[in-house]
């Protein structure tokens, strides 16, 4: 589950369908579970739950359904402009931040919110059991410059070292969902151990492989981004881009592109061993196979849902996003959808994902019970 701030709401109507068309026997139909940004707080929360797949969707669904603004990100006023000031203060010390760490928006609510929410412990017991393999979440190490993916569980010596990415075993905490949810500039990153972190989808090239290195086979993503859907923008006016223009692509590039290319690597690769007889193994020695994948995305653009909803933001974000150009109403991409954590906007987003998932449940059922391919 790849993130998008507010946008990981469309992910609980998909969780939502799913658990509706999954066996209630089942503990769980997905034992590795992996989540970037949003997503890994979608991920973590069904990890962390004891009771069945179908009532840990229930529970997530009213998590998100009762989610207000001030449960993630301070709005007041004050607030705001007190982080604008550290943030001017910071660039005469070198960009280097006095005390803690700065951005637009202060997080802290939601670090309480999750604090009081899921039951990290919870994960461990979950794992130990057997009813889950492995749970991942993918931060950002500012200081190393490298993707890192914090898993708990998944098989002996699962961690692994790639270019730019690397996977470390560990017991998932608050810091490491913390860390994962930092959306760059808009929320502080986080520290853990002697470095700091921020939204795992900044450097995440290869965002399928680490449930790949955990043992998965086959792989159902669930995007709160179109995937291949061709909307009927309105075409925007030529002009210089606004600031908010500028941020809201930084956006999209970090939370969609990486998966879009990802995607469509791992088809080609899947096609090419498909034709061969051969056996590939890769750097680790192991054997190469085709890996089955299932992609659930929006059929109506995101975007554009946000713009009926940005009333519901507070004056002070609402009036950022006007002086800076972040609105979708020039056919744009809407900076609104990944701050509106408000009950109407996830609702809206949890139906249409609800929707969209039982829209695909044929297709689904075929994934879910289509036997590994030996490659």
């Not at 209630?24 to 069904?46: M, R, W």
């Not at 993918?138 to 010596?157: C, H, I, L, W």
């Not at 291949?228 to 970090?254: C, D, E, M, T, W």
């Not at 061969?276 to 890769?282: A, H």
């Amino acid at each position: 589950m790849p993130g998008g701030g507010a946008r990981a709401a469309y992910q609980v109507g998909v969780l939502k369908a799913l658990a509706e068309i999954t066996d209630e026997a089942l503990e769980t139909p997905f034992p590795i579970l992996c989540g970037t940004s949003a997503g890994a707080l979608n991920a973590v929360a069904i990890a962390s739950r004891e009771d069945n797949f179908q009532d840990s969707c229930r529970w997530l669904e009213q998590l998100w359904l009762n989610l207000e603004i001030h449960d993630v990100y301070r709005s007041d006023w004050r607030g705001i402009l007190r982080n604008v000031w550290r943030l001017g203060l910071s660039l005469f010390n070198s960009g280097i931040a006095v005390g803690r760490p700065v951005a637009l928006l202060d997080n802290i609510p939601l670090k309480q919110f999750l604090r009081e929410k899921i039951d990290f412990s919870g994960i461990g017991r979950n794992v130990q059991n057997g009813k889950l393999s492995a749970v991942c979440v993918t931060a950002m190490n500012y200081s190393e410059r490298v993707s890192v993916s914090f898993f708990q569980g998944g098989p002996d010596k699962a961690d692994w070292q790639r270019w730019r990415r690397h996977g470390v075993p560990t017991p998932l905490q608050l810091r490491h969902l913390l860390a994962s949810t930092a959306i760059p500039t808009v929320f502080p990153p986080q520290r853990i151990g002697r470095n700091y972190y921020g939204d795992g989808a900044l450097r995440q090239l290869t965002p399928i492989s680490p449930a790949l290195h955990l043992g998965a086979d086959k792989v159902l993503i669930i995007s709160p981004s179109g995937h291949k859907q061709n909307y009927q923008k309105p075409h925007a006016r030529a002009h210089s881009p606004a600031f908010g223009q500028v941020i809201g692509h930084l956006l999209n590039s970090a939370f969609v592109d990486s998966l879009e290319t990802d995607i469509e690597l791992l088809e080609q690769m899947n096609q090419l061993l498909r034709l061969t007889d051969k056996e590939i193994v890769n750097q680790d020695g192991r054997r190469l196979k085709p890996i089955a994948i299932q992609v659930i995305s929006p059929s109506e653009d995101i975007d554009l849902i946000a713009d009926d909803y940005v009333s519901d933001l507070p004056k002070s974000i609402r009036t950022f996003l006007k002086t800076s150009g972040g609105s979708a109403s020039a056919g744009e991409i809407n900076i609104a959808s990944y701050l509106l954590f408000t009950p109407r906007f996830c609702k809206r987003l949890i139906d249409l994902g609800y929707k969209d998932g039982l829209a695909q449940r044929d297709d689904i059922e075929a994934f879910l019970k289509q036997p590994p391919e030996s490659g």
